[in-house]
């Protein structure tokens, strides 16, 4: 158990919709990273907040946004849904402000599938 | 252009043999930091094992050893005395800048009995 909480675990839903991914890091980590994970594209790495800021925004879509809030929770909201955008949607956390010689801590993953 | 190459999609190794899953990098950067990650069935991602450019030995996590080779921009995982949980996905990955990790396509390990 890695400590990072992602909910929920599994979601099915309709093109055009939106969901809301929500993550808890791990007590302590300041830093909340997304990741995506699809057969075609790989592990790509969305967007990183530390302490409720944005820090670094990678491949993500404009119909996705993300926020942390105060508790350093976080969550990833994904809009007018495509096919393309199923997959498994990771949330990631750290102690710092980045991974310089950290390792990141994930969650287990919230599976998406878009029909 | 990709950074992080993983060339074996899949590997075989029999029980308590040793294996190793080959990576390599390429960045323009003098510091770095290169991952390995393990992704069973189950979803979840493990971190293995880490290795800094400037560091001089090569990192070790009990069965886990990375052998890193710089000028080679090589970055491989042994995996000794295999047992039938590692069967998993196997996930190199750089860390560019401070923020971000950049992953390979990953290896499928196979450990058979």
């Known amino acids: 158990d890695s400590g990072v909480t992602q909910t929920p675990k599994h979601l099915i839903t309709a093109t055009g919709q939106r969901v809301t991914l929500r993550c808890s890091p791990r007590?302590?980590?300041?830093?909340v990273y997304w990741y995506q994970q699809s057969l075609d594209q790989g592990l790509q790495f969305l967007i990183q907040?530390?302490?409720?800021?944005?820090?670094a925004k990678g491949n993500i879509l404009e119909r996705f946004s993300a926020q942390q809030f105060p508790d350093l929770h976080s969550e990833l909201n994904l809009s007018s849904l495509e096919l393309g955008d199923s997959a498994l949607y990771f949330c990631?956390?750290?102690?710092?402000?980045?991974?310089?010689?950290?390792?990141?801590?994930f969650g287990e993953g919230s599976r998406l599938t878009v029909l | 252009a990709q950074k992080i190459t993983q060339t074996q999609p899949g590997m075989f190794v029999q029980e308590k043999e040793a294996v190793t899953l080959d990576c390599t990098y390429d960045?323009?950067?003098?510091?770095?930091?290169l991952f390995w990650y393990k992704q069973p069935s189950s979803g979840e991602m493990i971190f293995l094992i880490y290795?800094?450019?400037?560091?001089?030995q090569n990192a070790t996590e009990g069965r886990y050893s990375l052998n890193f080779q710089k000028a080679r921009k090589s970055a491989n995982l042994v995996i000794s005395a295999s047992q039938l949980g590692d069967s998993a996905m196997y996930f190199c990955?750089?860390?560019?800048?401070?923020?971000?990790?950049?992953f390979g396509k990953g290896t499928l390990l196979t450990v058979n009995p």
């Open positions: 990631a956390s750290s102690a710092r402000g980045g991974i310089v010689t950290g390792e990141l801590f």
């Open positions: 907040y530390y302490n409720g800021e944005e820090r």
């Open positions: 007590s302590g980590d300041l830093s």
């Open positions: 960045t323009s950067d003098q510091s770095y930091g």
């Open positions: 990955a750089m860390r560019e800048g401070n923020y971000k990790l950049t």
């Open positions: 290795q800094g450019s400037y560091d001089e």
